[in-house]
């Protein structure tokens, strides 16, 4: 047994039995140079070294195998709670998804309980001053007007459409297609057209809803060549409009669309149409894990998310999952000094997916896994804290898991990434962190907590130098809900943006512009770190009260190689939640999963 070991168990001894005169050491570091720094205590010095008794975690193969140590199992499955009054075998991700595929066939001839036709402001006429009379102009329409029984037409008349972007009509037919929706596209000249075809997926998803529909036929009215990326854009609408909370009511529902149709092309439509899926499902991965509850979503729950990602590519992804011990020996004082409150025991997950074939780079991304934030001792408490809202705290952890979810289904070439989450809670506890205490990063770097609320860029500081360490990134991206003063800044739909270059700045950029996740890039003012300095301590955790977002990411920066390593932060606490849209929005994975794509080019 090594000297730090020996020393660490003749404290934990002493402190047994004086429980009051010196507090439990917890963060040691491996080179044994400092055992604990917390709690306004500098317990020891040793120069011995820790030797390897514990193993570094476990790898996920066709099955998890445990190495080294008997450890509890991590399940493949949902987690079943065990208290009664929890709820129980919550799944992270829909049952099933619906097919999605090209019809070279026509729509006259299809039989199915829903035809969607997407319609142009431009495929009708309306009347001029006072005559709002709206009439059909499209020549497809005219065909299916007298097709129908006139059915188009009464639609246009009775309610006035006219095409315009995210409108709909419904009616039954009773033919071939038993039900006839048109949905409309806006105009032609729009700009941005991903956000169109994904609003016209989002329609047909709520037209199957509405009509109770399984078999779906879509149709548009132009004949020329559309945008090439239609078909990805509108089968990732379909998906993640099909979206429905209600794993937690009494009475759940399903989607009703089984196979959808796409009588139009859009160019190598199956692989568009894939990519669409996949990235829908990681995003549908995020809102699962975003809304689920506390109680739920615990460290071991997003463990055991990880592992049912690992599950569904076994030959690309494998799984290490570091218990509390093994991030002592890592020296991770940061992390662990958030966690040590909690009764849920912290859980720090790193996903790897690694290619067919060589690898050409290596990226890391890494996110904020508070499973819930009560700020510690300074607790979010009164009008405004959001306490109630505070199992969002692991947005930027849902977000990599998403996009780990869309890569197990794309398998980019070239490219290993890593997905590290520092899980655990931030509670309030005789044994926790309080303000003033001073507590040692892995590398050595101490941090003086002036705000225990302050805890996420205290767990993903640690996070950050294992990718540096244990991943040799060249490039890393880490994602979190980390600051309000980023919503104000920026409002709910907007993510902040730092990075230590322009290259990945303009990256994230394209990524953000590619999948309509929207970001805006910040600066890393240098002058404001001197904020962030204490006189007992490297850093303080937290600066003043103005540019809290920009004095965070600067936090961050300082654990970071940016000579090796190019960087970037997003801040992600506005457009994690969107109660209008339902609660959790996804944020974040498809923007991460086109990335790391991207990567691969």
Known sequence: MSTTRSLSSCLSAWHSMMPRLVPKPFNLRSSGKVLCLHRGALLAESRGSISPGLSSGYNFSSRLTFVGISRPSVSTSATS???????LEIPFEPESFPTIGENSGGYETWNGDLLVVGCYEEDFECGDGDDEKVSIKSDLLKRMDSSYDNAVSQLVTKFGFKGSQGASQCCWLGKNAMSLCLVGLGSKECKDPGSVWKGL????????KSQKAETVGVVLTVDQSIDSRAGEHVANGIVNGAYEATRFKSKSTKPSARKIDLFFSSGSMSESIAKGVALAKGSLFTRYLVEAPPNV???SYLASAASHIASLCPARMSLKVLEKEDCEELGMGL???VAEASKEAPKFIHLTYTPEGEVKRKIAIVGKGLTFDA??????AGAG???EMMKFDMGGSGATLGAARAIADLKPAD????????????MIDGRGLRPGDI???SNGKTVEVNNTDAEGRLTLADAILYAQKNCQAEYIVDIATLTGACMIALGGDIGGMYASTDSVAEQLKKASAETGEKVWQMPLEPGYLEQLKSPIADLKNTGGRMGGSITAALFLKEFVDTDKVKWSHLDIAGPVWNEKEGGATGFGAQLLTEWAINRSK
């Open 439 to 441: 507590l040692v990063a």
């Open 335 to 337: 992390y662990l000094g």
């Open 385 to 387: 804290s959001m306490i």
């Open 375 to 380: 700020g510690g001792y300074n607790l979010k």
């Open 297 to 299: 979503c615990t460290p």
């Open 201 to 208: 997926g989002k329609s047909i998803a709520s037209a199957a």
């Open 415 to 426: 490219v290993e990434i890593h997905f590290i989450i520092a899980s655990c809670e931030n």
């Open 81 to 87: 709670r065990t208290y009664p009054y929890e709820p």
